[in-house]
């Protein structure tokens, strides 16, 4: 299977610490996104790479959230000084946009993080 | 600022009947609307799109309609099949070049055998 794969899939941490998750998304797709997802709410986008070039970043995302993709390949995204607030689901997402076409965005699992 | 809106948290529907599900917009820019399925424990997965240019879009057992007048679409599942089961949620990208998705609060849908 060559969808996208996010590690780890679960994370508990206690409030202050630091937490990294890691994204490999579908080999060919040029394009890597980061959302959150919290309870009852759809994803909402954080970030996203052209290749290893940072495009966009929300304003979701605080200081304390950095995100990489240094080679263009793997992602990382890395929560500084975690809140309780910041337990969430976080999704990645890639896609290799056609031109007239929709953009299917390929999702991995989620790494469901809970800060206590 | 919601601009993608599922007004249905959840939706229940007898095996074999149809599956309504509807989703409103406020910004006109969009150009097209993906619908993605997701099961618990897992990442959305794409489903059906359609075009601004198109009022209907189908594939299978699912069609997708388009009213811009309205900013309403919805998306029709015949029959629906208990493994059709699952958080439904509309999405758009937010204009033309710039990719990033924006999400309804989604619907969960069930199929009642």
């Known amino acids: 299977d060559t969808g996208v794969s996010q590690d780890p899939r679960h994370k508990i941490t206690k409030r202050g610490q630091n937490v990294t998750f890691r994204c490999d998304p579908i080999?060919?797709?040029?394009?890597l996104y980061w959302y959150r997802q919290t309870l009852g709410q759809g994803p909402e986008f954080l970030t996203y790479f052209q290749n290893e070039a940072q495009l966009e970043k929300s304003r979701l995302l605080s200081d304390r959230f950095s995100a990489e993709r240094p080679k263009g390949s793997f992602s990382t995204l890395e929560i500084q000084r975690t809140e309780q607030g910041d337990s969430a689901m976080y999704l990645c997402?890639?896609?290799?946009?056609?031109?007239?076409?929709?953009?299917?965005?390929?999702f991995g699992p989620g790494t469901r993080l809970t800060v206590l | 600022d919601q601009q993608v809106k599922q007004n249905s948290p959840s939706l229940s529907v007898q095996e074999g009947r149809i599956s309504i599900l509807n989703c409103d917009y406020t910004n006109s820019m969009f150009d097209y609307f993906l619908w993605y399925k997701k099961y618990p424990a897992e990442g959305p997965t794409f489903l059906i799109s359609i075009s601004s240019i198109k009022d209907k879009n189908e594939d299978g057992r699912f069609t997708v309609f388009l009213n811009k007048s309205a900013k309403h679409l919805s998306l029709h599942i015949v029959p629906s099949q208990p493994g059709d089961s699952a958080v439904y949620f509309c999405?758009?990208?937010?204009?033309?070049?710039?990719?990033?998705?924006?999400f309804g609060t989604g619907t969960r849908l069930t199929i009642i055998p």
């Open positions: 080999s060919e797709h040029n394009r």
């Open positions: 999405a758009a990208p937010q204009d033309f070049g710039n990719e990033k998705l924006t």
């Open positions: 997402a890639s896609s290799l946009p056609l031109a007239g076409a929709a953009n299917e965005q390929f």
